[in-house]
């Protein structure tokens, strides 16, 4: 199955017990929001993952396939 990177964006912070889970995955949290950035995961994971969170009443904001390119990008236009 095909992985891919994904940029997660999400309402509030996420429970400790849910970043131990995240292997491999990094997150930024600002402004009573959280950038959760996930490398190289399948399509299931994928699914999982964004049950997980509606489980856990956490609000999905934005969610959407990236690469690293685009998120150095990014940081390089934040700055």
Known sequence: MRQATYEIQLRGA???ELL???AGAT???ACGET???THDI???SLHQ???RLRD???E???LRQTTATNILRQIADER
């Open 14 to 16: 996420l429970p400790p």
């Open 20 to 22: 131990a889970c995240l």
């Open 27 to 29: 997150y930024t949290e």
């Open 35 to 37: 950038l959760l950035l």
């Open 42 to 44: 399948d399509q299931e």
């Open 49 to 51: 993952l964004v049950r």
């Open 56 to 58: 856990l009443g956490i």
């Open 60 to 62: 999905l904001l934005e």
